[in-house]
T-cell receptor, first 114, second 113 residues
Framework: QKEVEQDPGPLSVPEGAIVSLNCTYS??????FMWYRQYSRKGPELLMY????GNKEDGRFTAQVDKSSKYISLFIRDSQPSDSATYLC??????????????FGKGTHLIIQP | DTGVSQDPRHKITKRGQNVTFRCDPI?????LYWYRQTLGQGPEFLTY????????KSRLLSDRFSAERPKGSFSTLEIQRTEQGDSAMYLC???????????FGPGTRLLVL
């Protein structure tokens, strides 16, 4: 079992819909949680990050973490065709040197239909 | 552009050759990470540096791989005796005062024939 599980999709929704993207993780040592957006043949772009359970909102994006169930979500409101991309969830912990390398899910391919 | 830069962006090589990639992090970011991403997968962590010290290496980083960051600024990743299985996107990321937030470069796409 991978430490971070994510449905690869594709997930196709009409423009304007609310999108829900989800991940689960298994490593209890993970302390921070990130969402990246990656367009084809580009590097991942940091969208949001959070350290604790609860919600964090930034514009049309809301990140949600439930540490008790090890569940991570990203919600996108008023989805636009330009939101079509692969969304990667990632988690990380700490060792003696500080913040570790991130563990990523496979990514969910999102398609917003005009 | 003050983001993470990587060079070259694309590299085609023959099996058995050595290749070297360069990463320039965001200015004043003291942590630098290397990842590998294959088609349909998320990035996989390889190694990271704090300043010039290499602090962690993944078991994915075989003996054929070596990374350096000699002056705590740019970093190089060398792959010796390349194999077809090394074909992937090699990504570099850096972080600064907020260690957890890693910013990625555009990647170097390697194809081993």
């Amino acid at each position: 079992q991978k430490e971070v599980e994510q449905d690869p999709g594709p997930l196709s929704v009409p423009e304007g819909a609310i999108v829900s993207l989800n991940c689960t993780y298994s490593n209890s040592a993970f302390q921070y949680f990130m969402w990246y957006r990656q367009y084809s043949r580009k590097g991942p772009e940091l969208l949001m990050y959070t350290y604790s359970s609860g919600n964090k909102e930034d514009g049309r994006f809301t990140a949600q973490v439930d540490k008790s169930s090890k569940y991570i979500s990203l919600f996108i409101r008023d989805s636009q065709p330009s939101d079509s991309a692969t969304y990667l969830c990632a988690s990380g912990g700490y060792s003696g040197g500080g913040a570790d390398g991130l563990t990523f899910g496979k990514g969910t391919h999102l398609i917003i239909q005009p | 552009d003050t983001g993470v830069s990587q060079d070259p962006r694309h590299k085609i090589t023959k099996r058995g050759q050595n290749v070297t990639f360069r990463c320039d992090p965001i200015s004043e970011h003291n942590r630098l990470y290397w990842y590998r991403q294959t088609l349909g997968q998320g990035p996989e962590f390889l190694t990271y540096f704090q300043n010039e010290a290499q602090l962690e290496k993944s078991r994915l980083l075989s003996d054929r791989f070596s990374a350096e960051r000699p002056k705590g600024s740019f970093s190089t990743l060398e792959i010796q005796r390349t194999e077809q299985g090394d074909s992937a996107m090699y990504l570099c990321a850096s972080s600064g005062a907020v260690q957890e937030t890693q910013y990625f470069g555009p990647g170097t796409r390697l194809l081993v024939l």
